[in-house]
């Protein structure tokens, strides 16, 4: 396993369950995965301090472990090529190739390849000078959201309500460069209202299969305000979407994307999980990733419940067209537990209590986000530092569970949201 956060955790746990591993590493790795043990003969999960970007290092590891299924959670490896590398060498690995990849890293393409391919998203143009995209942004009357075209460490995304913020967004993007070469071209959308929702589906450059849906809470703070973070909570399923829209949607962006895929010549082995806004038009996709959410991974892979070694092994060989994904009807919650500051400035190494006491309870778990063991003790070691997941019969009781177990762990200046879910049990 390649990374080191809270989805890493629940890929570990979950892989950890399968009968078919007998050895497993993590390059980084956290504390929790440190924790973990295999279910088939009990081994330990060993973390390796290699970075997740360092490429001839995770390479090479790999070689002389004879590692037989490699699987990567973050998109920075992704985008750098680490499957096209590790192919080269004969090496199994499971997540999207470098071109692939560009389905994240590009903004650009992505909205070119939706339009192309006829997939539902917001009106848009892609510009590289500043002059014609704020023509563009007076032409949607100043709501519009401004996208840096590459990777900004999730910052590259600026949303505006009148044509003086607009303006200020080129700028900032294109002639401060605020987010470096990233924003040498922009797209530009029409500012989309609705309800939020992630999907994510398992391809393997023939067949995409759908997960349930789930929704994320991006913002710091209740109530959805505060800045922007990596997530702060998720829950599974959201009664936003009925199974049955669930089915429509999926048929009206995963069936265009696989068939621009083989088109496009991108082989698309992997995850793909669409950011979707519910508008009072129908769904339309903000984004694209290429990878596993995080936290949306904590929820899903608690409901899972096929072998996960399985599904990912018929997602590279190109089998899933045999495979049925089976979930568990019960809701599952995320809480996601952050240092205090989050995300702006804050301070590591605060020792967390109540981990024990925590695990005890039933239909728990606690993933290790940002944590680090310092002198046998688990401390902070990150903005998001735990992802505190509770399944239950219904959303209200998976709520109330992860709330219970959040209730158990402390540490200093620790600061979660009160309100994961509650918009689905208004
Ligand atoms: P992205 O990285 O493109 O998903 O953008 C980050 C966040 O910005 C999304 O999760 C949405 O909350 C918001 N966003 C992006 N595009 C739009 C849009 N066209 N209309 C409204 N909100 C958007």
Same mark, same amino acid.
């Given at each position: 396993m390649i990374g080191s956060g809270g989805r890493e955790h629940a890929l570990v746990w979950k892989l950890a369950l399968?009968?078919?591993?007998t050895q497993m590493w993590c390059a980084p790795g956290n504390a929790g995965i440190a924790r973990e043990r295999l279910a088939?003969?009990?081994?330990a999960v060993e973390c390796v301090s290699?970075? &997740?970007?360092?490429l001839p290092k995770l390479l090479a590891f790999a070689q002389e472990k004879k590692i037989d299924l490699t699987v990567v959670g973050p998109d920075n490896p992704l985008a750098l090529g680490i499957v096209n590398l590790f192919q080269q060498h004969d090496l199994r690995i499971w997540g999207v190739n470098q071109k692939a990849a560009q389905f994240e890293s590009s903004k650009v393409f992505s909205q070119k390849f939706m339009e192309k391919y006829g997939?539902?998203? &917001? &009106?848009a143009g892609t510009f590289s000078e500043a002059g014609p995209a704020k023509a563009f942004c007076a032409s949607l009357g100043g709501k519009c959201v401004v996208k840096a075209?590459?990777?900004?460490?999730?910052?590259?995304v600026l949303i505006c309500t009148n044509q003086t913020e607009a303006e200020k967004a080129v700028d900032e993007i294109m002639?401060?460069? &605020?987010f470096g070469t990233a924003g040498a071209r922009v797209v530009i959308q029409e500012l989309l209202e609705g309800i939020e929702v992630s999907l994510h589906a398992l391809c393997d450059g023939k067949t995409a299969k759908i997960f349930p849906t789930s929704q994320d809470h991006?913002?710091?703070?209740?109530?959805?305000?505060?800045l922007n973070t990596g997530g702060m909570g998720t829950y599974s399923p959201?009664?936003?979407?009925?199974d049955a829209q669930l089915a429509e949607t999926a048929r009206r962006v995963l069936k265009p994307f696989m068939r621009g895929c083989v088109a496009e010549g991108i082989d698309y082995r992997g995850l793909l999980y669409p950011g979707v806004m519910l508008t009072k038009a129908g769904p339309k996709i903000l984004e694209f990733n290429a990878r596993f959410g995080d936290p949306e991974t904590q929820v899903y892979l608690t409901r899972l419940e096929n072998d996960l070694v399985e599904l990912l092994d018929a997602s590279v060989s190109g089998t899933l067209d045999k495979v049925e994904l089976k979930w568990n009807p019960a809701a599952s919650v995320c809480v996601v537990m952050a240092s205090g500051g989050y995300p702006g400035n804050y301070t590591k190494g605060k020792p967390i209590h109540g981990l024990e006491d925590a695990a005890k309870l039933p239909d728990v778990k606690v993933f290790h986000a940002g944590t680090a063991l310092k002198e046998n003790q688990i401390v902070t070691n990150g903005?998001?530092?735990?992802?505190v997941t509770a399944l239950g019969k219904d959303l209200k009781t998976a709520q109330a569970a992860a709330y219970a177990a959040v209730g158990k762990i402390h540490f200093d200046g620790a600061h979660f949201r009160r309100d994961i879910a509650a918009k689905a049990l208004e």
């Amino acid at each position: 396993m390649i990374g080191s956060g809270g989805r890493e955790h629940a890929l570990v746990w979950k892989l950890a369950l399968s009968p078919q591993v007998t050895q497993m590493w993590c390059a980084p790795g956290n504390a929790g995965i440190a924790r973990e043990r295999l279910a088939k003969n009990g081994s330990a999960v060993e973390c390796v301090s290699i970075g &997740a970007e360092d490429l001839p290092k995770l390479l090479a590891f790999a070689q002389e472990k004879k590692i037989d299924l490699t699987v990567v959670g973050p998109d920075n490896p992704l985008a750098l090529g680490i499957v096209n590398l590790f192919q080269q060498h004969d090496l199994r690995i499971w997540g999207v190739n470098q071109k692939a990849a560009q389905f994240e890293s590009s903004k650009v393409f992505s909205q070119k390849f939706m339009e192309k391919y006829g997939i539902p998203t &917001a &009106a848009a143009g892609t510009f590289s000078e500043a002059g014609p995209a704020k023509a563009f942004c007076a032409s949607l009357g100043g709501k519009c959201v401004v996208k840096a075209d590459g990777l900004a460490l999730g910052k590259g995304v600026l949303i505006c309500t009148n044509q003086t913020e607009a303006e200020k967004a080129v700028d900032e993007i294109m002639v401060s460069k &605020a987010f470096g070469t990233a924003g040498a071209r922009v797209v530009i959308q029409e500012l989309l209202e609705g309800i939020e929702v992630s999907l994510h589906a398992l391809c393997d450059g023939k067949t995409a299969k759908i997960f349930p849906t789930s929704q994320d809470h991006k913002r710091a703070l209740d109530g959805d305000l505060g800045l922007n973070t990596g997530g702060m909570g998720t829950y599974s399923p959201t009664p936003f979407l009925s199974d049955a829209q669930l089915a429509e949607t999926a048929r009206r962006v995963l069936k265009p994307f696989m068939r621009g895929c083989v088109a496009e010549g991108i082989d698309y082995r992997g995850l793909l999980y669409p950011g979707v806004m519910l508008t009072k038009a129908g769904p339309k996709i903000l984004e694209f990733n290429a990878r596993f959410g995080d936290p949306e991974t904590q929820v899903y892979l608690t409901r899972l419940e096929n072998d996960l070694v399985e599904l990912l092994d018929a997602s590279v060989s190109g089998t899933l067209d045999k495979v049925e994904l089976k979930w568990n009807p019960a809701a599952s919650v995320c809480v996601v537990m952050a240092s205090g500051g989050y995300p702006g400035n804050y301070t590591k190494g605060k020792p967390i209590h109540g981990l024990e006491d925590a695990a005890k309870l039933p239909d728990v778990k606690v993933f290790h986000a940002g944590t680090a063991l310092k002198e046998n003790q688990i401390v902070t070691n990150g903005g998001r530092v735990l992802g505190v997941t509770a399944l239950g019969k219904d959303l209200k009781t998976a709520q109330a569970a992860a709330y219970a177990a959040v209730g158990k762990i402390h540490f200093d200046g620790a600061h979660f949201r009160r309100d994961i879910a509650a918009k689905a049990l208004e």
